[in-house]
């Protein structure tokens, strides 16, 4: 076997006197291949600037900008025996011309060069969603993950292609779309208590399609608490509380009477209120209406975006634990509902059943994600 480097020896034509000539073959002259070609246009900033090599060794690869600026990166190998990808040390900027230049050798020490001038995209808008949770929040066993953005995204699977959820304990979330501006993660049950959960939305240079691309990386990390699921059930006007999975109160209540009843599933709880002025207005009921009504209660914790809390409401105890005659609320005394305000967190749970209302749905606001059948939460996704 001829090692590397050798020179290789082919017998040549016989000569006069009936002898041979040695011929040293040369070696093959180096090609260097760039993936993204001269001239492109509207290049992705963080497309891979994937070098190719063959019949020789990669030298000196440089990144320059239109004014002649180099770019600081590295060089690491790719995914073929020949191939190499240059990463810059911080994305490339939107609307910007660059020049890459690499260089090769062959075995005889011969180099050459490729380069290739490119222009990354403007975009018509830059988008930056909103998240929740927020980073470093701890919040209750039903709090999913919320992704809203200010411009419907057409192209839904490049987006959740780069949201990464890592979690400390196994879970099987999967996002869902609820609208062209909104998606959402969740687990098929409620998120195990005592979970750390991040999401790294890695979204600059993501073409979210019609013009639209990600403006900035976003990671956030937040906490799933203790888990508070409790049960309201209308039909016995009774709320269980369980810590965990241990009954820590079972309290009178009234739910939402005949005209107004409440949602049935389970309700997120998304804020909590020492002090609230109840205004009927703000679910469609003008305040001057028969059925209006502007009324101060203490120890609110909000259930849904159509008026549901749960609240005091010293005006109804007599009805507690027999009738409803709320508005839609799960109503409690002062001192119950004290309690209960004292031990909620955002992201817990209060499943209201045996109403004769509908179930709680996209008409109610915010998160109705636990009320969708998990099936058809996986058909919500784009990645399906």
């Known amino acids: 076997m001829i090692g590397a480097g050798a020179l290789i020896f082919l017998t040549g034509c016989g000569n006069a006197d009936g002898g041979s000539k040695d011929v040293a073959a040369e070696a093959p002259d180096a090609q260097v291949a760039l993936a993204v070609p001269d001239g492109s246009v509207d290049v992705s900033p963080v497309v891979p ?24 990166g590295t060089v690491a190998a790719g995914d073929g025996a020949d191939g190499a990808v240059w990463t810059p040390e911080a994305p490339l900027d939107y609307g910007t011309e660059y020049t890459l230049t690499a260089s090769a050798v062959n075995e005889d020490d011969e180099e050459v060069t490729a380069s290739s001038t490119f222009t ?37 699977a490049a987006v959740e292609s780069h949201l990464k959820v890592t979690t400390s304990r196994p879970t099987d979330g999967v996002w869902s779309w609820l609208g062209d501006a909104e998606v959402h993660f969740r687990p098929s049950q409620y998120w195990p208590a005592d979970t750390e ?30 888990r508070h699921v409790s049960i309201a059930d209308a039909a016995t006007h009774t709320l269980e509380v369980y810590d965990g999975d241990r009954l820590v109160q079972s309290y009178p ?33 003008p305040v001057d209406s028969p ?59 209060v499943e209201i059943k045996n109403s004769i209302g509908p179930d709680l749905s996209a008409a109610d ?20």
């Open 253 to 285: 209540m009234s739910a939402g009477g005949p005209e107004f009843p409440s949602r049935n599933g389970p309700h997120v709880v998304t804020e909590l209120n020492r002090e609230r002025v109840m205004d009927s207005s703000t679910f469609g009921v």
């Open 49 to 72: 600037l994937e070098i190719t090599v063959t019949d020789g060794e990669l030298g000196d690869v440089t990144l320059v900008d239109g004014a002649g600026a180099a770019v600081a």
């Open 365 to 384: 606001g915010d998160i109705y994600d636990w009320t969708i059948p998990w099936e058809e939460w996986q058909a919500g996704s784009a990645l399906k």
């Open 197 to 226: 959960v991040t999401l790294d939305a890695n979204l600059y240079g993501v073409d979210f399609g019609e013009g639209v691309w990600g403006e900035k990386n976003r990671s956030v990390s937040f906490s799933i608490g203790a």
């Open 120 to 156: 990354t995209v403007t975009p018509e808008t830059l988008s930056t969603p909103s998240i929740g949770p927020l980073d470093g929040q701890t919040v209750g066993v039903g709090m999913p993950i919320r992704v809203y953005f200010d411009d419907p995204v057409a192209d839904k």
């Open 291 to 349: 059925n209006g009504y502007r009324t101060p209660v203490e120890y609110a914790v909000r259930l849904s975006n159509n008026g549901e809390f749960v609240h005091a409401a010293p005006w109804s105890v007599a009805q507690q634990g027999n009738s409803n005659v709320s508005h839609g609320c799960i109503n409690l005394s002062t001192e119950r509902a004290a309690w209960f305000y004292e031990f909620s967190q955002p992201g817990d749970v």
